[in-house]
């Protein structure tokens, strides 16, 4: 079946440091796949996402790579700041069911001054 | 434009009682969906439905669970009678038709004591 498996959090990083969170997924086909954030006190946002094996998502200096043959797709940011404090959800959207979406545990991240 | 827009934020209820939550999605949008986080855990799906139509339900967890979209616009989740296992964070989102990002509300916070 369809599946996500993420790093379990909390994670709490100085600022400027390097942030990685792991995703790895279970699907058939090659689906696309989705990291979310959510801000406190905010809705679910898309970050970035991939819609095929070795495409790379990018946003607000997040980066996530769809590796095919480890199935993964870790979220990394080169040097984090306060203001990415927020939780963070890897999500595989299954089209063949109405586009409904399977989400990990969720990343809660704090970013210290 | 507006966003997705879910009432209310919080929740508080006792055992045994009766919830509505109110999702508002993007107008237009014809697919929309609920999710539920419960203890820190993944999201999870709880059904999908296009325009006034319930095209998957099931991940409702059992039948106390009734989602209604009268109209095909707004849509309502009551639970009732409510128990200590239904607190958590329910999520509606939207999509267009063929839309592939799907689009988030902030969320409704029930806590059952």
């Known amino acids: 079946g369809n599946s996500v498996t993420q790093m379990e959090g909390p994670v709490t990083l100085s600022e400027e440091a390097f942030l990685t969170i792991n995703c790895t997924y279970t699907?058939?086909?090659?689906?696309?796949l989705f990291w979310y954030v959510q801000y406190p006190g905010e809705g679910l946002q898309l970050l970035l996402k991939?819609?095929?094996?070795?495409d790379k998502g990018s946003n607000k200096g997040f980066e996530a790579t769809y590796r095919k043959e480890t199935t993964s797709f870790h979220l990394e940011k080169g040097s984090v700041q306060v203001s990415d404090s927020a939780v963070y959800f890897c999500a595989l959207p299954i089209y063949n069911q109405g586009g409904k979406l399977i989400f990990g545990q969720g990343t809660e991240l704090s970013v210290k001054p | 434009e507006a966003g997705v827009t879910q009432f209310p934020s919080h929740s508080v209820i006792e055992k045994g009682q009766t919830v509505t939550l109110r999702c508002d999605p993007i107008s237009g949008h014809d697919n929309l969906y609920w999710y539920r986080r419960v203890m820190g855990k993944e999201i999870k799906f709880l059904l999908h439905?296009?325009?006034?139509?319930?095209?998957?339900e099931s991940g409702m967890p059992n039948n106390r669970f009734l989602a209604e979209r009268t109209g095909g616009t707004y849509s309502t989740l009551k639970v009732q009678p409510a128990e200590l296992e239904d607190s958590g964070v329910y999520f509606c989102?939207?999509?267009?038709?063929?839309?592939?990002?799907?689009?988030f509300g902030q969320g409704t916070r029930l806590t059952v004591v």
């Open positions: 991939a819609t095929k094996a070795d």
């Open positions: 699907a058939t086909g090659y689906p696309s």
């Open positions: 989102a939207s999509t267009a038709t063929g839309g592939r990002e799907a689009f």
């Open positions: 439905f296009v325009k006034e139509s319930k095209q998957d």
